[in-house]
């Protein structure tokens, strides 16, 4: 009788029974909650909460506008603005300057200029020079736009845009 209570009821048969169920019981707890994690991973995001500035700079970083648009943040925490000049036409083999001292410009950022030429219609982009030793210059200062056209170009730039960034003197 002593060696049946003690595998019995009581004793270590019982206690076997209570490890089991308690690994089974931590085994299924493992695998639900790696069932959740995968599930997150899989189908969930996260989510990240911004002040509302921050959201417009973020929503407006690739958009491009003939309007004055907040993009970014500069390196001494001035807003970055991005604004699109337009240009009807370029002249061939001479130089343009476009007044821009109303945009109050304090770091000049970037320029690029988008625009078409041709009777193709082909797009051209920023400054080239090409194998003819014509060239296009851009240069961006806190009161105008300098656009450098030189050399025998066969063609008119048309539908011209200035894209512009910069800081301003009034932040």
């Known amino acids: 009788m002593a060696i049946n209570f003690a595998l019995g009821e009581n004793g270590i048969l019982k206690g076997a029974e209570t490890a089991v169920d308690k690994y089974q019981n931590k085994a299924e707890?493992?695998?639900?909650?790696l069932a959740k994690i995968d599930d997150y991973i899989q189908n969930g995001r996260e989510t990240v909460t911004i002040s509302k500035e921050e959201y417009e700079k973020l929503k407006?970083?690739?958009s491009y506008s003939e309007h004055e648009t907040i993009?970014?943040?500069?390196i001494d925490g001035k807003p970055i603005y991005r604004n699109i000049i337009p240009q009807a036409?370029?002249?061939k083999n001479n130089d343009i300057k476009i007044d821009v001292t109303n945009l109050n410009i304090d770091t000049p950022i970037d320029i690029?200029?988008?625009?078409?030429y041709n009777?193709?219609?082909n797009t051209f982009f920023g400054a080239q020079i090409n194998s003819n030793s014509s060239s296009v210059g851009l240069q961006l200062e806190q009161?105008?736009?300098q656009c450098y056209i030189n050399g025998p170009w066969s063609y008119n730039f048309t539908?011209?845009?200035f894209i512009i960034e910069y800081t301003k003197t009034t932040d």
Request: aromatic letters at 6%; a positive charge; hydrophobic letters at 20%.
């Open 60 to 62: 407006n970083s690739n």
């Open 29 to 33: 707890q493992e695998q639900n909650e």
């Open 119 to 121: 009777s193709k219609n």
């Open 89 to 91: 036409s370029l002249p």
């Open 112 to 116: 690029k200029l988008c625009c078409k």
């Open 159 to 161: 539908d011209a845009k």
């Open 143 to 145: 009161t105008y736009i």
């Open 71 to 74: 993009i970014g943040t500069w």
